[in-house]
């Protein structure tokens, strides 16, 4: 399988489409419930940046770099957020898990928690991969402890690792699960959701 292959993935909570020009307006609605754009640590797009913010990640797909999705609740029936794989490197079967945010509404809810489990599946059960990371600024503190949650471990800090758009230099945390730790962690997110308690490992991050 590829690790671009469209595939969507679907929990309880949500469904995982892969991200596409039809999602535009709602992903505008979604990124203005919270205006996350407006905090300095995230990626998240304005409304008026959705459509070269999708074109972007087709594009990266296309070059088998990323493969992004949609996040939509099966509840409500809307999209609420957004989420991807990047950093490919199907050669060492690595991934990294991010660009992940959600509608205010939707954090801190079971959410979040069943899209990283679906994620990590799809990643160390189909794609075979030996490891998936997660990155996050070093000022978004709430990303950070809401990955601490999933199981992941913290492998360091990269020093000056990026040029955001407002000129300021990002240092980056680095976070990641190995294979032979996810079957506890797939233990772990599965209690979480059944017990009613992913909530708390799904945080209100957006990376």
């Not at 399988?1 to 469904?15: I, K, Y």
């Not at 892969?18 to 307006?25: D, F, K, R, V």
């Not at 990323?66 to 991934?95: C, E, H, Q, W």
């Not at 294979?179 to 233990?187: A, F, H, I, L, Q």
């Amino acid at each position: 399988m590829s690790f671009v292959e469209q595939v969507t993935l679907q929990g309880r909570h949500a469904t995982l489409e892969p991200l596409g020009p039809q999602h535009e307006e709602e992903i505008r609605s979604a990124v203005r419930d919270g205006e996350l754009w407006k905090l300095f640590f995230t990626t998240v797009p304005a409304p008026e940046g959705v459509t070269g913010y999708i074109s972007q990640l087709l594009a990266l797909r296309e070059r088998g770099l990323a493969f992004p999705f949609a996040v939509r609740d099966t509840a409500s029936g809307k999209v609420i957020g957004g989420t991807r794989y990047l950093n490919i490197d199907a050669a060492n079967r690595r991934v990294e898990v991010g660009g992940t945010w959600y509608a205010k509404r939707m954090q801190r809810t079971a959410v979040n928690t069943e899209c990283k489990l679906l994620l990590l599946g799809h990643a160390f059960e189909q794609l075979d991969c030996i490891a998936v990371e997660f990155r996050t600024d070093w000022f978004n503190k709430r990303s950070q402890a809401a990955i601490e949650r999933l199981g992941a471990k913290r492998d360091g800090v990269l020093r000056n690792h990026m040029i955001m758009a407002d000129g300021r230099v990002r240092d980056t945390v680095v976070y990641s699960i190995i294979r032979s730790e996810w079957p506890g962690v797939k233990t772990n997110l599965q209690f979480k959701l059944e017990s009613g308690s992913g909530s708390e490992a799904g945080g209100s991050h957006a990376d």
